[in-house]
């Protein structure tokens, strides 16, 4: 089956420093990658929509300058958290799906721990 | 705006018991709607979905039934198993066809923990 892998799993940083988070389809091409946010005990923000090579699509409230994504290839789509604070400690989960024949479903990554000191 | 609320958790079951997760929507148009799972230490894995009123999706002997005049789409199953232990996340999208290519709107998710 499709499989979507997040790098790291965890990461811990500190105030103000700069956290980039990778997200892969192993054995597809994802033509749409998606950002979700998930608080404890809450269910997961939509943040982002990246499709390949072009910019990607924020939701309202999510700074775009804090929050960078790039989708440079139909396999990788990076989320870099930027001069991160405290507030920024979250679960990150990254899914990707293809309009290829057949697929119709969100194949979703196993998330990245966020802590920020 | 689009919004799903599922029942509060965590929910603990003995082997064998009856499970209900309940999940109700607010949505503009016809949403279709999808239960995923969370196995521990795994990403979200899509368990089922439908795409329209009366539609039942069933998967690995989960149910949930598309009851658009309750605005709802419960998650049952007969039996469970001590593997079904996982998180439950109930979640709509307005995109067409029943794809899940577009944005989806999760409920916040239901701890499930299956005794023997």
């Known amino acids: 089956g499709a499989v979507v892998s997040q790098h790291p799993s965890r990461v811990i940083c500190k105030s103000g420093t700069s956290v980039k988070i990778e997200c892969r389809s192993l054995d597809f091409q994802a033509t749409t990658m998606f950002w979700y946010r998930q608080f404890p005990k809450q269910s997961l923000m939509l943040m982002a929509t990246?499709?390949?090579?072009?910019?990607?699509?924020?939701e309202q409230g999510v700074e775009k300058d804090k929050f960078l994504i790039n989708h440079a290839s139909l396999t990788l789509s990076t989320l870099t958290v930027t001069s991160a604070h405290p507030e920024d400690s979250s679960f990150y989960i990254c899914?990707?799906?293809?309009?290829?024949?057949?697929?119709?479903?969100?194949?979703f990554g196993p998330g990245t721990r966020l802590t920020v000191l | 705006g689009d919004s799903v609320t599922q029942m509060e958790g965590p929910v603990t079951l003995s082997e064998e018991a009856f499970l209900t997760i309940n999940c109700t929507y607010t949505?503009?148009?016809?949403?279709?709607l999808f239960w995923y799972v969370q196995y521990p230490g795994e990403g979200l894995q899509l368990l089922l979905k439908a795409t329209k009123a009366d539609d039942k999706g069933s998967n690995k002997g989960f149910e949930a039934t598309y009851r658009k005049e309750t605005t709802s789409f419960h998650l049952e199953k007969g039996s469970v198993q001590v593997s079904d232990s996982a998180v439950y996340f109930c979640?709509?999208?307005?995109?067409?066809?029943?794809?899940?290519?577009?944005?989806?709107?999760f409920g916040q998710g239901t701890i499930l923990t299956v005794h023997p």
């Open positions: 949505a503009t148009g016809y949403p279709s």
């Open positions: 979640a709509l999208s307005d995109s067409p066809g029943g794809t899940s290519y577009g944005k989806l709107t």
């Open positions: 899914s990707a799906s293809t309009s290829l024949a057949g697929g119709d479903t969100q194949y």
């Open positions: 990246s499709n390949e090579g072009s910019k990607a699509t924020y």
